[in-house]
């Protein structure tokens, strides 16, 4: 985290310019400083927080699509499935209507 710059001395002399006491304005000085310095957010600051939230919503889009291929991996197999005991068993039929046919012409 960088450090905003707040120039103290320039405040300082614009508050004893308009007829503060000087070390009253240096304490207030310091006080902004150090509000500013913990409380106030840099561009850097806003940056990284940006590059985070980029960086969660692309994991969770991320993990949806993770999800979606899972469900269509899983949808994909049982069609496969269904089609692989759907060809053997035409392939069944085929096999048994020629051993059939075979058997009658040897009859």
């Known amino acids: 985290m960088t450090a905003a710059v707040f120039d103290t001395h320039a405040f300082v002399k614009r508050l004893t310019a308009v007829g503060m006491p000087e070390a009253q304005a240096e304490v207030l000085a310091d006080q902004q400083a150090r509000l500013v310095d913990e409380r106030l957010a840099t561009k850097a600051d806003l940056s990284v927080l940006s590059n985070l939230a980029t960086k969660t ?26 089609w692989m005991f759907g060809t053997i068993g035409f392939q ?16």
């Open 57 to 82: 919503d692309l994991r969770e889009v991320e993990i949806r699509l993770e999800a979606k291929i899972q469900v269509s991996t899983e949808a994909l197999k049982s069609e496969i499935i269904k």
């Open 92 to 107: 069944t039929l085929v096999i048994l209507g020629a051993v059939i046919a075979l058997a009658k012409q040897f009859n």
